[in-house]
């Protein structure tokens, strides 16, 4: 955008620029303001549930009028909510491992097969993102009764892994694009068998998306809500299912106390490992 | 070089070897041998086999018809791992995760080699090309000609019986490329591995090997030393892609001791080579050719008429183009002791001994006014 307004200087330097120049500083203002605008749009929501969490009334209301740390205390203390969240944090983490080792084998797979054979598996594998998600749950839920997988920890696992799949294959997958084929060739010759090459070569090199994909498994599975719901019991049920729960029951502010907390442990995941991810790329150049 | 980097060469042994990628030909039926500790290149234009050929052998494509044997073995059904072959790539191919001497080690680790004898090796391998102090640095931290060094140590420190390089030097500008194909060759010397070496440039060819195998279209046009090709040429492609030659088309016919083709404007003796009937061609080299100002009477012996349409002068000579009667273009050159007074617009004649005039098949295949543009067009 810049490009051409720079060019335009260059060239006719013989016009003086000054008069140009307030011109092109409300511009800037303006453009400002509106990523401002869009930027609170996007995060306001998720950042209202923060200050309402520290609230000293028994309700939801905004903006909150005084403040205490009662709904935090009551989210540990209560048994129902510490152990949502202990069972989510356990889907969560059980999904990541598995749909990560899947997601990887099946974008190493992916990048053998031919072009036609490419597309297709990849249709196949890309389905959940695609798919409503409540036809999912319903198919889900079907399954499950028939074979007696619902309110178990297997169960939540199988379902939420569908769904991370993508969000692992997809960044794998480019990571793999990228890497240069003549290296595995390389080690071959070296004397690396194809085992060695995968774990010496490959997997190092693609170790970005690998960490990327897992990290989007795990936020997949710790806010899924819909399919959740339908295979919950009251034995094993996640966070943001007890939350939904919460809300149609009574206007409990724990909620808040719960969203926020939701919000750090995603945030923070996210930003640990974009760091790591970026220090990783740095160091392979 | 420590005679711990030594190795005892392999032959390599390819039998009506072929590759088909659907119905494209990619190599039609290669017969080559390649001796023990030779050095042999593989010469070609773009496309004409050498990359598909040494990929084959590797073994990281499969072979769909013909035989390749190793030291007199069958390794079809090794996988590359298990081949003891060592291989520099053109773009260096060095793992970015490593460090140079973990990159040079890498081999080694595979062969479990102890690590006391892993250090010593890396660090002769690594003095073999020249770069000691190293170690440490990362691969994006060299210049291209240390990641080619680096590339270099870690296919010779395991002595492996055989090296492949594809266009090693291909990314590395002329200077560089003169200091390490010296290198190369110093190494070859030195280490007594058979090397295989691919490049669509004649004069790293000529600097380099022992023989030299001619690539086009998927075939071997001819192997042999680099006099041989030069001298002897068995095919019109081999003389054209392979320096710089004069061709005169014509039909052949024995005649007493030589072969006399006639054609348009062209009457000539060739005393060499293997052809006598039928269509032909008659190749000279420039430096054969001795330029006379052209007279009514033709110079005794082989004379073809022809003018001269350019003149470079080299500082050690001149090279001039002619056209010759049928309109192509012939190249001769001079040295500074035999220059003539011809000069560009200039009517000569092209004189030659018949001893200097090779015959060959003329498979119509060429295209006598631009050498290297019809080598790669083949
Ligand atoms: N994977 C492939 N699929 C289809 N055709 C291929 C494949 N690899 C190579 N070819 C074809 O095989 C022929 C020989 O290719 P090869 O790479 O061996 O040539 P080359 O002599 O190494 O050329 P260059 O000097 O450009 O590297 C070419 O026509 C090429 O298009
Ligand atoms: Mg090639």
Redesign the interface.
Known sequence: MSAPTVTDGATRASVPAAPRKPKRRVGRGLLWAFSALVAFWLVAPALVVIPLSFTDKQSLAFPPTGWSTRWYENFFSDPTWAASLWSSIQVGLLTTVVATVVGTAAALGLARLGPRGQTLARGALMAPIIVPVIVVAVGTYALFLRFRLLGTLPGFVAAHTVLALPFVIIPVSASLAGL?R??Q??????????W?VLR??TL??VAPGILSGALFAFVTSFDEVVISLFIQSPYLRTLPVQMYGSITRDTDPTIAAAATMILVITTSLVVVASAVALRRIK??? | MPADLQSGGASITLRGLTKHYGDAVAVAGIDLEARPGEFLTFLGPSGSGKTTTLNMI???IDVTAGELLIDGQAVHSL???K?D???V?Q?Y?????MTVAENVA??LK??KVEKGERGRLVTAALAAVGLDGYDAR?P?ELSGGQQQRVALA?AIV?SPQVL?MDEPLGALDRKLRDTLQLEIKRIHAELGTTFVYVTHDQEEALALSDRIAVFNAGRIEQVGTAEELYDAPETVFCAQFLGESTLLQGTARPDGGATLVEGPGVRVHAGRGHHSAGAAAVVVRPERITLVPATDDAPAGNAVRGRVTEDVYLGNGRKLQIELPDGSAGTVRETAAARSACRSGDEVWLTFSADDAVVLPDDGASAPTAPVAAGAAA
Request: charge should be positive; include cysteine; charged fraction near 20%.
């Open positions: 240069d003549r290296l060739d390389a080690a071959a010759i070296c004397g690396a068998n194809r060695a010496q070569i190092p090199l160091h392979a150049r | 590797a073994g990281f996988p590359p791992h081949r072959i060592g291989m790539f773009q191919a060095l793992f970015p995760h890498y081999p595979q062969r990362r994006s870690r395991y492949l």
